[in-house]
């Protein structure tokens, strides 16, 4: 099998897989949580996103990598990391502009992805850091619904503005 192909089937795999357990593990007590502590949970992965640094590392990546992709990748992951860490702290510390710093949280973590999932020629350089978008990036993309659903829920579908 070409690597392209391996590469679509693990990533579409991967994110069945955090699909499935979104909605059968994760919905129904996402919504008897409170929106801070739901989000404040959905934020863990995307504080996290500082590993997509990887693809600056040589010897992770196939010297190939064009740098374009690695450094978009990797400091685009560095970016949402930190818009990400500022959102969940504004949740603690309850900020009344809290949902709006998730939503903004939200949309940098989304047009990293975007950006980075529109590059498909760049699959074949990927050598040790195969996992990132094959395993990390669906659960991403599920938890960013899922943030989405709760500030929804939260905002257009309560008069509640912050959760006590």
Same mark, same amino acid.
């Given at each position: 099998? =070409? +690597?392209?192909?391996?590469?679509?089937?693990?990533?579409?795999?991967?994110?069945?897989?955090?699909?499935?357990?979104?909605?059968?593990?994760?919905?129904?007590?996402? =919504?008897?949580?409170?929106?801070?502590?739901?989000?404040?949970?959905?934020?863990?992965? #995307?504080?996290?996103? #500082?590993?997509?640094?990887?693809?600056?590392? +040589?010897?992770?990546?196939?010297?190939?990598? +064009?740098?374009?992709?690695?450094?978009?990748?990797?400091?685009?992951?560095?970016?949402?990391?930190?818009?990400?860490?500022?959102?969940?702290?504004?949740?603690?510390?309850?900020?009344?502009?809290?949902?709006?710093?998730?939503?903004?949280?939200?949309?940098?973590?989304?047009? =990293?992805?975007?950006?980075?999932?529109?590059?498909?020629?760049?699959?074949? #350089?990927?050598?040790?850091?195969?996992?990132?978008?094959?395993?990390?990036?669906?659960?991403?993309?599920?938890?960013?619904?899922?943030?989405?659903?709760?500030?929804?829920?939260?905002?257009?579908?309560?008069?509640?503005?912050?959760?006590?």
């Amino acid at each position: 099998m =070409d +690597p392209l192909t391996i590469f679509l089937i693990q990533l579409l795999m991967s994110l069945l897989v955090w699909v499935l357990a979104a909605r059968y593990l994760a919905l129904a007590p996402l =919504d008897r949580l409170t929106a801070v502590t739901a989000l404040s949970l959905l934020l863990i992965p #995307h504080m996290l996103r #500082h590993l997509g640094l990887v693809f600056l590392v +040589p010897g992770v990546v196939e010297p190939s990598m +064009p740098g374009f992709f690695a450094n978009t990748a990797g400091y685009g992951d560095l970016a949402a990391a930190a818009v990400a860490i500022i959102a969940f702290l504004s949740l603690q510390w309850r900020w009344p502009s809290a949902f709006v710093i998730v939503a903004i949280a939200n949309l940098v973590g989304i047009a =990293d992805l975007a950006n980075a999932l529109r590059q498909a020629e760049v699959i074949p #350089h990927f050598g040790a850091a195969w996992y990132v978008p094959t395993f990390y990036v669906p659960l991403l993309l599920v938890t960013h619904a899922l943030m989405i659903r709760v500030l929804y829920r939260e905002t257009i579908g309560s008069t509640r503005v912050l959760d006590a």
